[in-house]
């Protein structure tokens, strides 16, 4: 496995290159970030220009990984992931596939709280506290950096 890093006009990017012994086949990311806050559908919009999609994460290898790339925040606002739901009871969803993958682990202690009632979007805590890397459901309308997956 091997990591490398590329700096680039205003934004941050990082190629991470996950090769396979066994099948010899290579798959390979790039995750950016929107050094300007937005909320969760324009977050997206952001995410999407040049066909990219907010970040899906699928493992908890992945949710670390993208926890230690991304700029340690002191304090709120921090990262939205592209996990999502529409109504208050509906499972959370990934965008792009509909994947609802959650790691036992995943939410900060005492989240999802839904402490607006309309909690329906997640940001990452990329601090140096003991909820680092952890989930918490924000209301959307909300502004946190926007973090972006795409293929290399
Ligand atoms: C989209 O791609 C163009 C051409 O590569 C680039 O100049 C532009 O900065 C990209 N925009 C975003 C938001 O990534
Ligand atoms: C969903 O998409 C992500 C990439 O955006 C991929 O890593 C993951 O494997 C996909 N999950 C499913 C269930 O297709
Ligand atoms: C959501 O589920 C809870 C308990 O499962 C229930 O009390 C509540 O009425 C449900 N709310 C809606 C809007 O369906
Ligand atoms: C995800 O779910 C939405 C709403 O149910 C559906 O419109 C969309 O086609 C689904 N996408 C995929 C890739 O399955
Ligand atoms: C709920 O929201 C209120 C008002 O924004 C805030 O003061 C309070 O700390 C929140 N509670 C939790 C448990 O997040
Ligand atoms: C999100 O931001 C855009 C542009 O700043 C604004 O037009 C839109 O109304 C906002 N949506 C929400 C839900 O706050």
Redo the contacts with the bound molecule.
């Keep these: 496995m091997k990591w490398i890093l590329i700096f680039a006009f205003g934004e941050f990017f990082v190629t991470k290159f996950l090769s396979c012994s066994l099948t010899e086949t290579t798959s390979a990311w790039t995750y950016h970030y929107s050094k300007v806050p937005?909320?969760w559908?324009?977050a997206r919009e952001w995410c999407q220009i040049n066909y990219t999609d907010m970040v899906v994460l699928q493992n908890q290898k992945e949710n670390d990984y993208l926890i230690s790339i991304l700029p340690v925040r002191r304090q709120s606002p921090y990262y939205w992931i592209g996990i999502t739901k529409n109504k208050l009871n509906e499972t959370w969803t990934w965008v792009g596939n509909n994947s609802t993958w959650i790691g036992e682990d995943s939410w900060a202690a005492n989240e999802p709280n839904n402490n607006h009632s309309t909690e329906f979007c997640v940001e990452i805590y990329v601090n140096k506290a003991a909820n680092r890397g952890k989930w918490n459901d924000e209301k959307?309308?909300n502004k946190k950096y926007p973090v972006r997956k795409a293929r290399v």
């Design positions: 937005m909320n559908t324009k959307c309308a």
